[in-house]
C-alpha cells in the first residue's frame, strides 16, 4: 500500500503561481510514477503532469506545457507541481496518483490522495 498526502492548494489571482507538494510513504518503490490529475466541476478528472520516479522523464498536457513543472525529491518522497502563470481555466481540485512503470495519461493510478482545491480568480 502507498499512501499520498497533497498540499499547498489555495486561493490566487490569475497570473500568479502555487507549487503543489504529494507526500509518499508505505511501500513506494523506485520505478512508480507520480502523477497529477485535476477534477473541475462537472468535469471528467484530467491528467496534469507525470514523472518516472527513478528516470526522471516527465509528461505533460498540452494544456500546461511551459507553465506547470512536475519535480520530485527523492530524500522526501515527495512530488511537486510548480503551477506559473495561472489561469481562471486551471481552477479545480488537484490529485495526486501513483502507479508502477509507465507515466499513462488515464486514470489508471492504483494509489489516489486526497485533492487539494486550486481556485484561480480573474
Known amino acids: 500500500?502507498?499512501?499520498?498526502?497533497?498540499?499547498g492548494g489555495g486561493l490566487v489571482q490569475a497570473g500568479g503561481?502555487?507549487?503543489?507538494s504529494c507526500a509518499a510513504?508505505?511501500?513506494?518503490?523506485?520505478?512508480?510514477?507520480?502523477g497529477w490529475f485535476r477534477q473541475a466541476p462537472g468535469k471528467e478528472r484530467e491528467f496534469?503532469?507525470?514523472i518516472h520516479w527513478s528516470a526522471g522523464n516527465t509528461l505533460y498536457a498540452d494544456s500546461v506545457k511551459g507553465r506547470f513543472t512536475i519535480s520530485r525529491d527523492s530524500a522526501k518522497v515527495t512530488v511537486y507541481l510548480q503551477?506559473?502563470?495561472?489561469?481562471?481555466e486551471d481552477t479545480?481540485?488537484?490529485?495526486?496518483?501513483?502507479r508502477p512503470d509507465?507515466?499513462?495519461?488515464?486514470?489508471a493510478y492504483d494509489y489516489w490522495g486526497q485533492g487539494t482545491q486550486v481556485t484561480v480568480s480573474s
Do not use: D
Open 1 to 7: 500500500q502507498v499512501q499520498l498526502r497533497e498540499s
Open 17 to 20: 503561481s502555487l507549487r503543489l
Open 25 to 34: 510513504s508505505g511501500r513506494f518503490y523506485s520505478n512508480y510514477v507520480m
Open 48 to 50: 496534469v503532469a507525470g
Open 83 to 88: 503551477m506559473n502563470s495561472l489561469k481562471p
Open 92 to 98: 479545480a481540485v488537484y490529485y495526486c496518483a501513483a
Open 102 to 107: 509507465t507515466i499513462v495519461v488515464r486514470a
